[in-house]
């Protein structure tokens, strides 16, 4: 399968500060990248849809000018978690691939303190 | 749009007893159906998978899930749970629609008893 990273793993920031994290494709060739938010004790939240050449498209609900993605080219996105506050706090992961061949990055933990 | 249930926020099993895990999903087309298990402060890791081809489906460490169209079920078993096999554990769907998007269910968290 697709080797997937994601950078930062973890990061913590002060209130107000804006965090950008990257998913890094090493092998396969994305055309579309996933961005999910996932809260302590809760399930994978979709948060938009990352396409490559095009603005993201948005869950309801999702800010798009706090959560910007920049999806640069086909093995790289990115999402700025724009002046981060406490309750922005979460694990975000990134997946990708086709809908049956899909591949999540590890995750990064985000600590806005 | 599709949707997925997992009925039982948490399951409690002793060693060697069975482990079912229960998803329900809902969805427009021919669905993709995931299960996934994430282990504390962890990422996702891929249990198995259903694809449309044969309906009862083998995973990794001794899992096996059976689609089951008729009730739009897409439940998790394991003959003999073992102590490592406690973790929190996510039944997913992907509908292809012109793009496709997967959505999880709440998860399950399962507990094995010594």
């Known amino acids: 399968g697709a080797v997937v990273s994601q950078h930062p793993s973890r990061v913590i920031c002060k209130s107000g500060t804006s965090v950008k994290i990257e998913c890094r494709s090493l092998?396969?060739?994305?055309?579309?990248m996933f961005w999910y938010r996932q809260f302590p004790k809760q399930s994978l939240m979709l948060m938009a849809t990352?396409?490559?050449?095009?603005?993201?498209?948005?869950e309801q609900g999702v800010e798009k000018d706090k959560f910007l993605i920049n999806h640069a080219s086909l093995t790289l996105s990115t999402l700025t978690v724009t002046s981060a506050h406490p309750e922005d706090s979460s694990f975000y992961i990134c997946?990708?691939?086709?809908?049956?061949?899909?591949?999540f990055g590890p995750g990064t933990r985000l600590t806005v303190l | 749009a599709q949707s997925v249930t997992q009925l039982g926020s948490h399951v409690s099993v002793s060693e060697g007893a069975l482990v079912l895990l229960r998803c329900n999903y809902s969805?427009?087309?021919?669905?993709?159906l995931f299960w996934y298990v994430q282990y504390p402060n962890q990422g996702l890791q891929l249990l198995l998978k259903?694809?449309?081809?044969?309906?009862l489906v083998k995973g990794i460490n001794g899992f096996e899930a059976e689609f089951k169209k008729s009730e739009t079920s897409f439940h998790l078993t394991k003959p003999s749970a073992h102590m490592s096999d406690a973790a929190e554990y996510f039944c997913?769907?992907?509908?292809?629609?012109?793009?496709?998007?997967?959505?999880f269910g709440a998860g399950t968290r399962l507990f094995v008893k010594a």
């Open positions: 997946l990708l691939g086709t809908n049956n061949e899909q591949f």
């Open positions: 092998d396969f060739q994305a055309t579309t």
């Open positions: 997913a769907v992907t509908e292809n629609t012109g793009g496709f998007k997967t959505i």
């Open positions: 969805s427009s087309v021919p669905p993709y």
């Open positions: 259903y694809t449309s081809a044969a309906t």
């Open positions: 990352s396409n490559e050449g095009s603005k993201a498209t948005y």
